[in-house]
C-alpha cells in the first residue's frame, strides 16, 4: 500500500504546479501588483490602486464583450471574508441569452466596501465599455444583495438609469 499514488500526493502536485504558474511573487500584495501590470500589458480593464493595494479590479477583453452584449440586466454580488481574510470580493454576472448560463464579467477584490470606491469602479468600467461602442452603455436592471453601499453605488455611477431589484435569496434570508 505505501507505494500507491493517494488523492493527496495527486492534490499536492497540483497545488505545487497551480502556486508555481500563479503566484508571481511569495508577497501577496507584489504579486497583485505584478498581475494587474500584466493584464494592463493584456488590453484588460484594470483598476488598482498603485500605492496601497488597497483594491484589484479586472476583466478580459471576452468578459468586457460579453457585459457589452448581455449586460442590459446584471447581478452585482458582494461576498464578504474572502479566503478567510477581511477581504471583499464584488463581481457582475450577466446572462447570456444565447446559452441562457450566467458568465462572471468583472471582478474587484479590496479591503473595504466604501460605496465611493464600488462607484469609481463602475464608473470607470463604464468609460472602457463607452469606449467600445457609439452607444453609451447603460444597464437596465441589476439585480444586487440589498447592500446601501452596492445601491449607492450603482445608482451614482449610471446616472440613476437602472431599475434596481433585489436578490431573492437574500429577501428570504
Known amino acids: 500500500r505505501g507505494n500507491f499514488i493517494t488523492y493527496d500526493d495527486v492534490y499536492n502536485i497540483l497545488y505545487a504546479i497551480t502556486a508555481k504558474e500563479v503566484r508571481k511573487s511569495d508577497d501577496d500584495t507584489i504579486s497583485a501588483r505584478l498581475w494587474m501590470e500584466q493584464l494592463d500589458k493584456n488590453n484588460y480593464f484594470t483598476f488598482y490602486d498603485k500605492v496601497t493595494d488597497l483594491y484589484h479590479g479586472f476583466s478580459s477583453p471576452w468578459q468586457l464583450d460579453q457585459l457589452r452584449q448581455w449586460g442590459d440586466v446584471f447581478c452585482f454580488d458582494g461576498t464578504h471574508h474572502v479566503r ?4 471583499y470580493l464584488f463581481s457582475i454576472v450577466v446572462k447570456n441569452k444565447e446559452t ?3 458568465v462572471p464579467v468583472a471582478f474587484l477584490l479590496t ?4 460605496w465611493e470606491l464600488l462607484k469609481e469602479w463602475l464608473c470607470q468600467l463604464k468609460v472602457k465599455l463607452d469606449q467600445m461602442c ?3 452603455y447603460f444597464p437596465t436592471v441589476v439585480i444586487t444583495d440589498q ?3 452596492e445601491i449607492n453605488a450603482i445608482r451614482y455611477a449610471f446616472d440613476f438609469k437602472p431599475r434596481i431589484f433585489y436578490c431573492a435569496w437574500h429577501i428570504l434570508q
Open 147 to 149: 447592500g446601501q453601499n
Open 100 to 102: 441562457g448560463h450566467g
Open 111 to 114: 479591503k473595504t466596501q466604501r
Open 84 to 87: 478567510g481574510r477581511d477581504t
Open 134 to 136: 457609439t452607444m453609451p
